[in-house]
């Protein structure tokens, strides 16, 4: 099974192919561009659900046909193949908006098959942070 198969002319570019030295390359650069696009929630990765924690302390769960992923970032480590992961941009179906940082090949998260397949990252949304670069 590929998890790195594209379909790069439908591919969504989080920049524009002119790089600009601003534009988020790391994980953590691309966490705070999202925060500062309204995605506040941090979503944490359960067997058959998300579950992250409101204002107000009260902790919620969404299922996986409450939610959409509008973006997918892919990180692979330089240094350390086993460094990889997925940060996804998601937004619930009552707006709610949030990340949802998920390790991948070995060190993949357990969880049901309905979760699987709404993550799953063979698709369009896919954004590689240095396809830009390679233009």
Same mark, same amino acid.
Request: glycine share 4%; net charge negative; charged share 30%.
């Given at each position: 099974? %590929?998890?790195?198969? *594209?379909?790069?002319?439908? =591919?969504?570019?989080?920049?524009?192919?002119? /790089?600009?030295?601003?534009? !988020?390359?790391?994980?953590?650069?691309?966490?705070?561009?999202?925060?500062?696009?309204?995605?506040?929630? %941090?979503?944490?990765? *359960?067997?058959?659900?998300? =579950?992250?924690?409101?204002?107000?302390?009260? /902790?919620?769960?969404?299922? !996986?046909?409450?939610?959409?992923?509008?973006?997918?970032?892919?990180?692979?480590?330089?240094?350390?193949?086993?460094?990889?992961?997925?940060?996804?941009?998601? =937004?619930?179906?009552?707006?709610?908006?949030?990340?949802?940082?998920?390790?991948?090949?070995?060190?993949?998260?357990?969880?049901?098959?309905?979760?699987?397949?709404?993550?799953?990252?063979?698709?369009?949304?896919?954004?590689?942070?240095?396809?830009?670069?390679?233009?």
């Amino acid at each position: 099974m %590929d998890l790195q198969h *594209t379909d790069k002319d439908n =591919e969504k570019k989080p920049h524009p192919s002119n /790089k600009n030295m601003s534009e !988020p390359d790391t994980l953590v650069e691309t966490l705070e561009s999202l925060q500062e696009q309204g995605y506040t929630y %941090d979503f944490n990765l *359960t067997a058959h659900s998300l =579950e992250f924690h409101k204002e107000d302390g009260v /902790k919620l769960a969404l299922s !996986p046909e409450d939610f959409d992923i509008v973006q997918v970032f892919r990180f692979e480590g330089m240094t350390n193949p086993s460094d990889m992961s997925i940060l996804y941009a998601i =937004e619930s179906k009552d707006g709610l908006k949030g990340t949802l940082v998920s390790s991948y090949g070995v060190y993949a998260d357990a969880m049901s098959a309905e979760m699987i397949k709404k993550l799953d990252t063979r698709s369009s949304l896919i954004v590689h942070p240095t396809d830009d670069e390679n233009a």
